[in-house]
Every structure is written in structure tokens, then in C-alpha cells.
């Protein structure tokens, strides 16, 4: 059954043709090259090597940043990529947002001239992977604390610490580090042959199994002292890059919702239960409204966000408010369809059960659901709740 997006609310007319093109594209790149081949991509373990090449060809690898090999097009039609590519699995999405919003985003803008010209055009045409590595073992909602640590000596930096849980980790030419240098986060480039560096794959994940995720391990590792990112100082540097990757999820989910809801339509008017389709009792209805009604929320919401952004007036208290929205709104639809589809919803014939697994994770990434609800409330009331003393 070919796939139709959801558009209850006729957004499409909102869209400029140059947002329809390459939301089409991903779309299309999707139905033909993901959906066919994401399970075996699961049961393997793997990111297939040729879907960062195609990546890289529709030139969606750091689309919204400009020049440098990048092709300067909105937020909004960055979003509408990450629904398409999330659509066929988070891990797709995953991919591309660590590759645009957390690694090409700093270099291009904190980088000095030299290493916007040395790493981006390499970055986004795929030939060089980029990855993220804030998360330390110990460090996961409180990065303030982080461990690794820089020192100066002379002409290089040498790192020591160790990062987890980083997304394209293994697979990556180029890291981008954060840690202390006398006290002060700051941010390093580095290179996969760097010694003193190694990123071991982790393993035995039941959710975004098409994604690599590594440690990040610096032993004495010595970098040339021109791989610091001169232009930001302290956690605004990381967190400034994850406005943009947070704002790809919020778009993202509604890319795996519609792929649950999907599903669950054509799954509840074909199959008969009682003599009639399950699509015609009140209680299915009731769930499928329910998705459409969230869907549409969910879309309304993640294109205000990017338009926001596209004019410059978004904030990260309203990005917070999207991704958690949105997340949480995917989980409940893949939960729902699931129990649409009865006892075949935990089949890999269909997407229900991956997606799910998967959305655990992004749940708990880029700033967990509860760190999100917390910066909402020290928003509102104005009271800071992270710390506390026992
Ligand atoms: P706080 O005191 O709130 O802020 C410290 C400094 O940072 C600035 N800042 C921001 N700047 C830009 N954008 C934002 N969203 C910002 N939020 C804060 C802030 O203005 C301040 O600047 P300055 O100049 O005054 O120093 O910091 P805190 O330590 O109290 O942190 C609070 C908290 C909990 C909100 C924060 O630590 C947090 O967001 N924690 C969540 C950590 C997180 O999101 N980690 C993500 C790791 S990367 C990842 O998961 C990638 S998954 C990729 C994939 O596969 O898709
Ligand atoms: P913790 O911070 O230990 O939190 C555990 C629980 O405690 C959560 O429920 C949390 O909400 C709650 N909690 C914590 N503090 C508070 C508080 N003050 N008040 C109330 N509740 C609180 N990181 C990177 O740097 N780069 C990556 O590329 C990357 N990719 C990832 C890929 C995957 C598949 C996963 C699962 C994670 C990835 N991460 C990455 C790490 C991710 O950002 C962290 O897992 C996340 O920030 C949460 O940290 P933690 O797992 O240490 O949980």
C-alpha cells in the first residue's frame, strides 16, 4: 500500500514549493530504499553504509546551514525531512540530525574560516561522518559536571575522559568534544586517527538498532591546538546545537506517528473480527481520531517551531515544549496501534513494535522528557528545580 502522508489540517498550502520538493524527495528516497530494508538494517544491528551516501547526494546533510557546500534552505524544510526520514526509522533521522545540527551546526557556527572550509563540504556531501559527544558515563541530564577535561601543552590540547552513548561514534571521521579547558567547557574537533582516541560501538540495544552508538575514550589523546572551536565559550556551545537537533525531533516523531497510524488504518479495515472490518467498531475509531487529532497537533506545533526559527524568534523554552509534546505524543500512537493490531503488532511485518522501541530512545535523548517538563518549569514559575540539596 503506497504511503500517503497526513495533512488534515492542509498544511501542504502553507509550504513553499522548494519545502514540497525535498520533503518529496525524502519521501520518496524513504518508500524506496528504507521501508524495503529497515528490518533486516534492525536484525543486523547496522547503519547501511550506502543510505549515508544517498544522504549525502540529496544534499540534506546540514541543508539548513549556508555555504560551504550546504544548501542554505529553511528550518521548516529541514523539519519536513526529519518527519520523512523519521517516517521510515529514528535511526535514519538520528543520523542526519548528529550529522547536521550537532556536528556540521558547531563547526559552521563557532569554527574558525579554516575549519569550516576543511570539514564542511567533506560533511555534508556524507564523505566524512560527524558525531556528538557531550554524555559522559557519570554526566547524562547535568553535562555542567563532565569530567573530560583539555590541557594546553603548547603547541597541542591533550583530552582525557571518556563519552557514551554517542550517536555515529564508531562510524565517525570527525568528533565534536566537549569539555573543560581551565574550568570552561569548550568544544574540540577530533580526528578518528587522533592518538589517544578510540570510539568503540556499543552494543545490545533493543532500540535504534539501525543506528551506532559508541563510547567516545580519550587516553592522552593530542590534538593540534587550531581543532578548538574559537568562537564559544560554556554550555551555550552544546545547547545552542541542540536546539537545532531537538527541533528535528519534534518533527521526527510526527514522521513515526503517521507511520503507526498508517498501519493501524489499514490494518483496522482489513481485518474481520465479529463479521466486520475492526475499523468499524467505536472503540478503533475512537483510537484513530485520537491519532489523527494528536498528529495534526503535533504538525501544527513543529511547523509554528520552524517558522519561528526561520525568522529568528524561536525559544528554547518553546522547543522544549515540542519535543516533549511530540515524543510523548509518538509513544502513545505506537502503544495504540500496537494494540490495534492485536497480537501481529509485535510482528516485524509491521513497523508498530520498532518504532516504539525506538521512541524510548528519543524520549530519553537530546534532554529527557522530564529534564524538558523541568525547563518549562522553571519558565513558568521561575525557580530553578535541577538541584537540591538532601
Ligand atoms: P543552565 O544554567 O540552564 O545554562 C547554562 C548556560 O547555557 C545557556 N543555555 C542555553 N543556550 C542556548 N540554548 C539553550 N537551549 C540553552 N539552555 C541553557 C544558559 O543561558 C547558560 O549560559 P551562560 O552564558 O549564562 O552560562 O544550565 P544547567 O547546567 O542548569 O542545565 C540545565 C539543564 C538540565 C536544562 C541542561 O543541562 C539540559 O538540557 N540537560 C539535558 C542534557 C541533554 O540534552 N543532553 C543531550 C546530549 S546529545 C544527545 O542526546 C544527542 S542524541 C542525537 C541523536 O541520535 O539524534
Ligand atoms: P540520567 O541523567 O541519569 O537520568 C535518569 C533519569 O533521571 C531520567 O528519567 C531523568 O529524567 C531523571 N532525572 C535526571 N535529573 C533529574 C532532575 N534534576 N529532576 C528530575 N528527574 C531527573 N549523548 C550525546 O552526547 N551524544 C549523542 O550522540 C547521544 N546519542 C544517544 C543515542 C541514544 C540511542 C541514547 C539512548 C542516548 C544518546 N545520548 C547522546 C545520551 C542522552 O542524551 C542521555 O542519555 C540523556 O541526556 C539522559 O542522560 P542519562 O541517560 O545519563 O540519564
Not at 100 to 110: K, N, T, V
Not at 347 to 371: F, Q
Request: charged fraction near 25%; hydrophobic fraction near 40%; aromatic fraction near 8%.
Amino acid at each position: 500500500m503506497t504511503y500517503e502522508g497526513v495533512d488534515f489540517y492542509d498544511i501542504e498550502s502553507e509550504l513553499t514549493d522548494e519545502e514540497k520538493m525535498v520533503r518529496d524527495m525524502a519521501r520518496d528516497w524513504v518508500e524506496a530504499e528504507v521501508v524495503p530494508n529497515i528490518e533486516q538494517a534492525c536484525r543486523d544491528g547496522v547503519f547501511p553504509d550506502e543510505w549515508r551516501v544517498a544522504l549525502g547526494e540529496m544534499g540534506v546533510l546540514g541543508m539548513a546551514l549556508d555555504g560551504y557546500g550546504c544548501a542554505g534552505m529553511s528550518y521548516v524544510a529541514y523539519g519536513l525531512v526529519c518527519q520523512e526520514l523519521e517516517r521510515g526509522d529514528s535511526g535514519v533521522r538520528s543520523f542526519a540530525s548528529v550529522q547536521g545540527s550537532l556536528a556540521m551546526y558547531p563547526i559552521h557556527d563557532f569554527g574558525s574560516e579554516e575549519q569550516k572550509q576543511k570539514y564542511l563540504p567533506k560533511m555534508a556531501s556524507g564523505e566524512w561522518v560527524g558525531c556528538f559527544g557531550l554524555t559522559e558515563p557519570d554526566y547524562g541530564s547535568n553535562p555542567g559536571d563532565m569530567i573530560t577535561k583539555a590541557v594546553d601543552e603548547g603547541d597541542d590540547y591533550v583530552l582525557n575522559g571518556a563519552k557514551m552513548w554517542i550517536t555515529n561514534g564508531t562510524i565517525a571521521d570527525v568528533a565534536i568534544v566537549w569539555a573543560k579547558l581551565d574550568g570552561v567547557i569548550r568544544g574540540f574537533i577530533v580526528e578518528k586517527d587522533d592518538p589517544g582516541f578510540s570510539a568503540p560501538e556499543m552494543t545490545g540495544k533493543h532500540s535504534l538498532r539501525a543506528s551506532v552508538t559508541s563510547e567516545l575514550v580519550f587516553q592522552d589523546c593530542k590534538i593540534p591546538k587550531d581543532r578548538i572551536l574559537p568562537h564559544v565559550e560554556g554550555l551555550k556551545g552544546p545547547f545552542s546545537c541542540l536546539n537545532n537537533a531537538r527541533y528535528g525531533i519534534c518533527w521526527g516523531a510526527v514522521g513515526a506517528a503517521q507511520s503507526c497510524f498508517h498501519s493501524a488504518k489499514e490494518y483496522a479495515l482489513s481485518r474481520i473480527q465479529f463479521g466486520n472490518p475492526i475499523a468499524a467498531f467505536q472503540l478503533v475509531q475512537n483510537k484513530l481520531a485520537w491519532m489523527l487529532r494528536e498528529i495534526t497537533k503535533g504538525q501544527l506545533l513543529a511547523l509554528s517551531l520552524g517558522r519561528k526559527k526561520d525568522a529568528g524568534t524561536w525559544t528554547p523554552e518553546q522547543i522544549s515544549l515540542a519535543k516533549m509534546n511530540n515524543v510523548d505524543m509518538a509513544l502513545e500512537i505506537a502503544r495504540m496501534a500496537r494494540d490495534i493490531h492485536g497480537a501481529n503488532g509485535i510482528l516485524d511485518e509491521y513497523p508498530i513494535m520498532r518504532h516504539m522501541a525506538n521512541l524510548e530512545s528519543v524520549k530519553t535523548y537530546e534532554g529527557t522528557h522530564d529534564i524538558h517538563n523541568l525547563i518549562l518549569g522553571r519558565h513558568i514559575t521561575g525557580i530553578q528545580s535541577f538541584t537540591r540539596e538532601l
